[in-house]
């Protein structure tokens, strides 16, 4: 059974950061892109930032030179790195796997993911 558990959300004040962990258990992952996506109260899921298996990164315009994404790929894991965060960050954030993804483009469409995490909360305090 495919498990993936999201840690290191929490409360933190504008310009703070947080470093969001994501580990992904019950099958190996190698060749499969991995993605952050987040949704606030009252608005749709939207996409954060993804890496493929070849670590090539997309991000949303939004987060652009603030966040990061990087790769275990032994171990099934990837981190959001999130920097000079802002309150409109605030939103559970969401981890998720797309199988069949393109290495060199993976996707920034929810649907494409298969599997997914249960979300951790991010608040930021203005």
């Known amino acids: 059974q495919v498990q993936l558990v999201e840690s290191g959300g929490g409360l933190v004040q504008a310009g703070g950061f947080l470093r969001l962990s994501c580990v992904a258990s019950?099958?190996?992952?190698?060749?499969?892109?991995m993605g952050w996506f987040r949704q606030a109260p009252g608005k749709e899921r939207e996409f954060v930032g993804t890496?493929?298996?070849?670590?090539?990164?997309r991000y949303a315009d939004s987060v652009k030179g603030r966040f990061s994404i990087s790769r275990l790929k032994a171990e099934n894991t990837i981190y959001l790195q999130m920097n000079n965060l802002k309150p409109e960050d605030t939103a559970v954030y969401y981890c998720?796997?797309?199988?069949?993804?393109?290495?060199?483009?993976?996707?920034?469409?929810?649907?494409?993911?298969?599997?997914w995490g249960q979300g951790t909360q991010v608040t930021v305090s203005s």
């Open positions: 998720a796997v797309d199988p069949g993804s393109d290495s060199f483009y993976p996707s920034v469409v929810s649907e494409e993911y298969d599997y």
């Open positions: 019950g099958r190996t992952f190698t060749r499969s892109a």
């Open positions: 890496i493929s298996w070849r670590g090539v990164t």
